[in-house]
């Protein structure tokens, strides 16, 4: 079994920042994709953010040149550093992960989520 715990959610001001991270536990071989969602009240599950285990990356291009995603291999954890928060970025942000496990089987885990709240 693996686990996907987030952190770093909370109220800001508009124009402020967060550091949100997701930390991966349990039977992890290796960590291949990782990302990050978010799901405002009402709305359905959205695209953020992406990281492949190589380095690449990919942003929604409502958050490019605002966020940054990074991830610690060695650590199993991932970042979201977000930058320049709106309003409109308020939602439960999800994190997750393409993970093969110890068994060799391969499937998507999904976090618990945090808050933001972006205040105006």
């Known amino acids: 079994q693996v686990q996907l715990v987030e952190s770093g959610g909370g109220l800001v001001q508009a124009g402020g920042s967060l550091r949100l991270s997701c930390v991966a536990s349990?039977?992890?071989?290796?960590?291949?994709?990782m990302a990050w969602y978010r799901q405002a009240p009402g709305n359905q599950r959205d695209f953020v953010a992406v990281?492949?285990?190589?380095?690449?990356?990919n942003y929604v291009d409502s958050v490019k040149g605002r966020f940054s995603i990074s991830r610690d291999n060695g650590e199993k954890t991932m970042y979201l550093q977000m930058n320049s928060l709106k309003p409109e970025d308020t939602a439960v942000y999800f994190c997750?992960?393409?993970?093969?496990?110890?068994?060799?089987?391969?499937?998507?885990?999904w976090g618990q989520g945090t808050q933001v709240t972006v205040s105006s």
């Open positions: 997750t992960a393409d993970v093969t496990t110890v068994a060799r089987s391969r499937t998507t885990y």
């Open positions: 990281m492949t285990d190589s380095g690449s990356t």
């Open positions: 349990g039977s992890i071989f290796r960590i291949n994709t």
